[in-house]
Every structure is written in C-alpha cells, then in structure tokens.
C-alpha cells in the first residue's frame, strides 16, 4: 500500500502556474535538479532549473572524506575528529587517512613515508622554470606554475582512470609540492636550491630546504618541526571549499591531476580563500597597535562590507572554526620557542571585541583558521607571501583525495553549469557608419 504523503521521502511541488502538481524524490535531504525539469509550462518549455550563485546551497558530489558541521564548529576527516588527529597523528598519517579512507597499519605507514620521501626530488629542469621569475615573483605563482610544469614530465598521468598512475601522481604531488614551495622561496631571496634530506620528516625536511644555509646538515627545532606539521594537518581537507571545487571542476575534464592541482593552487591563492592568513598579518601590522582596534573595528562596521575582518567569518562555520581553536592553544608553544609574537596581542583584542559586538555576532563571524596561523608563521620566520603556499602544501593532500574521489564517481561527468540568460537575442549587424 502506497504511505500517505506525509510519510513519502518525496516533495510535493505545485506550479501555481497551471496548477499541475509533481512528485520529487528526496534523498540524503537533498533533490536532484534534473527532476525538476518535468515541471513545464509546454512542450517549448526548458523547464525548470535551480540558480545558485557561488552554490550557497548546492551539493556538487556526494562524499566520504570530511564532515563539518558548521553550527557546532565540528570537522572529522573520514570520522576522526581534527583534535585527536592533530594530537596524535603525523600530517603522512593523516594524508594516507584522507586518501585511503583508514588510518594506516603499522607497515602500510613505513611504506608510505618511505615512498613519500623518496618521490621528493623534482627534475632539475624545473628549477629553470623557477629561475626564470623575478625575485620579487609571489610564490603562490611559482607554486601554481611549477606544479603545472610537472605535468610534462609524467605524460603517463593523463591515464587517469588506471589506479597505480593516479596513485603514483598522488604520491609525486604529495612528495614534490613541498620542494617546489622551498624552492621557490630559496629563489625569492637569491639562495641556492637546497635540496631534500631524506633523513628527515615531512615537515623537518621542508624546514630543511627552506633555511639550511653552509651547514653540512640541517637539524630543525623538534617543537617547530611538530608545530608545522599539525599546521598540514589541520589545512590537509575541508570539504568542497572554493580551490577543491577548483581541482574537482578542472579534473572532471579527464587532465592530468597536476593541471588540475595548479588550478587548484590558483584558487586558494585568493584572499578571500587560502590567501587569508596574508591579509590577516597586513591588517594587523596596519592596525598597528591594540589601542587602534576599535577604530578599525568601527571602520569595518561602516564599510559596508568593503573592509573586511581578514581571518573572520566562514561560509560553513557558524560558530568558532574548530581549527582556529587549535592554533590558538599551539600558538603559546611556538612562542616559547621564538618569542611572543607582538601582534597576537593585536589579534587578541580584535577577537574580543569582536565577539562581544552585535554587528559580527549578528552575521556569526568568528576566527577562521587563517586567524591565527598566519601569527604562527611568522613566528617560525616565513614570510608573509609564504603563508598561503604553506595552506598548499598541507591542502595538497585533500584536492588529491577529492580528485580521486571524483573520478571514480558514477555520478560525476564534465562539470558545465546552465545559465540564465538574460542578454539581447537575435539582433541584426550594425555596420560602422550606424554606430554610436
Ligand atoms: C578559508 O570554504 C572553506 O572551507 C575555506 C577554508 C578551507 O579550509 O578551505 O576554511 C579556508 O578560506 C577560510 C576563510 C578565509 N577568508 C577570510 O578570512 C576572508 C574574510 N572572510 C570573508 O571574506 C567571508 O567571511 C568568507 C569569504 C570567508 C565567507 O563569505 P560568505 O559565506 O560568502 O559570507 P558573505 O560574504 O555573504 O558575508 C555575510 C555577511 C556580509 O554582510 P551583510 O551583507 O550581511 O551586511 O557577513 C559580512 C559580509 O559583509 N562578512 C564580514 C566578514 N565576512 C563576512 N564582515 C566583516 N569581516 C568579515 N570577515
């Protein structure tokens, strides 16, 4: 027997403008678009779409990697809460968790890590791209360049849908992507190329290439070496953000993973995405000093959303960033490393006032991840343009899961939106002597 209505995982839809009624099926709360194009006015009738500029509210995949809950500040990576991976595992660890969709064993871990280290090295010929910049070049550039160059290297990568070519670009980009972020600040300073030492860690190895100097051999500082690998970590996945989106849209083209990775990069490379924790240091060296927050804030408020609160606000989080909790408590340890960062104290009083004013409680604004990893950076003595390219390196790990994920999706194809289309149709040629 037929459930009521009432009981139907289904919606009723009535086009008020003929009266015809429609039963759409619901499933995972969401209804699929193309069901909505029997509802029509007539056989010409396009019938109905869906407009959602910036997909406020469209899922794009169905997916097994991250979960948020934006209202009670939650993030899990295939179910692991962010806490306990960033207490207690290693940013490889978490990599193999978000690509493979477990916590690896003992020995698949070993593997991995070797693998990993090993793949480190770039082909010298992509040093020549990096060189042929200006040493004032911004490294999100480089890296998005040098990424892309990659991919002449490895033709075999366009195979995408053979499992042990994606497998080995992933292991390449994961490897790679640290070096060619060194590299391109080694170039940015007029320092020699140092290169990777398998000796060390993920994270100690990138310390290594970034400020080994005449020392035969680079021994990072274990407290900063821990810090920034829970920063990868913590910047490894989150869902469908806007350069995730990125690489998915690239890769359902069928390129290779590294043109669809560069894509990628270039995404996050916006202020308003990965290129946050930046604009977050430059408004607080702008800010100047703790007594010059509440005119800024009062400047933000007038703005009318043109000045924005860098490192506040979040199209998902609702309430704190669960990650901005973290780096907040790690802050103190990087500090009593390298001293106190003085424009924490800056940050500090601008998240007080902050949270405790209608205008950003009102639209449930609060810190962001790139709140305080920005401070965290530049502490550990990165440069301020370096900061995204270090959410890269990180990020890296996700837009490859997701990339994964997606090809092996039946329900994926080439993504091509619809339009709406509201332009002149069908008009005839006005010659030269007729215009104006
Ligand atoms: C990341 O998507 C992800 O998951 C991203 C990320 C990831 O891990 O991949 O989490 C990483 O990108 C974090 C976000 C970093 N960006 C910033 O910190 C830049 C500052 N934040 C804003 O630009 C903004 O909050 C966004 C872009 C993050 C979110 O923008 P939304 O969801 O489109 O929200 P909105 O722009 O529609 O804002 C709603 C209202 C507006 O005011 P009204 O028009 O209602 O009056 O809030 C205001 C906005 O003007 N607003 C802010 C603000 N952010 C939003 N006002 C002041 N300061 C801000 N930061």
């Given at each position: ?14 086009d008020n403008r003929n ?14 678009a193309p069901?909505l194009r029997k509802i029509k006015t007539g056989p010409e009738d396009f019938g109905i779409m869906t407009y959602d500029p910036a997909y406020m509210?469209t ?82 550039a480089?890296?998005a360049?040098?990424?892309a ?93 806007c350069?995730?989106s990125a690489?998915?849209a690239v890769?359902s083209s069928?390129v290779?993973?590294?043109c669809?990775?560069s894509a990628?990069?270039s995404a996050?490379y916006g202020p308003l ?30 703005s009318g959303g043109d ?106 194809k080439i993504a091509r939106p619809r339009q709406v289309y509201l332009g002149y149709r069908d008009r005839s040629f006005v010659p030269f002597d007729r215009r104006g």
């Amino acid at each position: 027997m037929t459930p009521e209505p009432e009981n139907r995982e289904t919606l009723t839809i009535t086009d008020n403008r003929n009266g015809k009624s429609y039963e759409v099926p619901i499933e995972n709360g969401t209804i699929k678009a193309p069901d909505l194009r029997k509802i029509k006015t007539g056989p010409e009738d396009f019938g109905i779409m869906t407009y959602d500029p910036a997909y406020m509210n469209t899922a794009s995949c169905k997916s097994t990697i991250t979960f948020i809950d934006g209202d009670k500040g939650i993030l899990e990576y295939r179910g692991y809460p962010i806490a306990e991976l960033a207490e207690k595992t290693s940013f490889l660890e978490t990599a193999w968790l978000i690509l493979n969709g477990e916590l690896p064993t003992k020995e698949q871990y070993k593997a991995w890590v070797d693998e990993i280290t090993v793949h480190t090295m770039v082909h010298e010929n992509i040093t020549s791209v990096l060189q042929s910049f200006r040493y004032d070049a911004h490294p999100m550039a480089m890296l998005a360049s040098s990424v892309a160059a990659l991919s002449t290297f490895y033709p075999e990568a366009k195979q995408v849908h053979d499992p042990e070519v994606r497998r080995m670009q992933i292991v390449r980009l994961i490897a790679k992507t640290p070096t060619l972020a060194a590299f391109a600040y080694r170039h940015s300073i007029g320092f020699p190329f140092a290169y990777p030492d398998n000796d060390l860690s993920f994270a100690g190895n990138f310390l290594q290439m970034m400020y080994r100097t005449a020392e035969p051999k680079y021994t990072p500082n274990p407290i900063l070496e821990k810090a920034l690998d829970v920063l990868f970590i913590l910047h490894a996945d989150h869902e469908q953000n806007c350069s995730t989106s990125a690489m998915r849209a690239v890769g359902s083209s069928e390129v290779d993973p590294y043109c669809a990775a560069s894509a990628a990069v270039s995404a996050l490379y916006g202020p308003l995405h990965g290129g946050a924790n930046e604009a977050v240091l430059r408004m607080l060296k702008g800010i100047g000093s703790k007594d010059h927050v509440p005119a800024f804030v009062k400047d933000v408020k007038e703005s009318g959303g043109d000045v924005k609160l860098m490192g506040f606000g979040h199209r998902v989080y609702k309430n704190y960033d669960p990650r901005a909790k973290i780096l907040k408590q790690m802050a103190d340890q990087v500090f009593g490393v390298t001293g106190r960062n003085p424009l924490l104290d800056i940050a500090l009083e601008l998240e007080r006032i902050a949270l405790e004013d209608d205008y950003f409680i009102k639209r449930k604004l609060y810190p962001n991840v790139d709140f305080y990893s920005g401070l965290i950076y530049q502490a550990m003595k990165f440069p301020v343009d370096m900061f995204p390219v270090l959410f890269a390196i990180g990020r890296m790990a996700g837009w490859l899961a997701q990339w994964n994920e997606m090809i092996q999706d039946k329900d994926q194809k080439i993504a091509r939106p619809r339009q709406v289309y509201l332009g002149y149709r069908d008009r005839s040629f006005v010659p030269f002597d007729r215009r104006g």
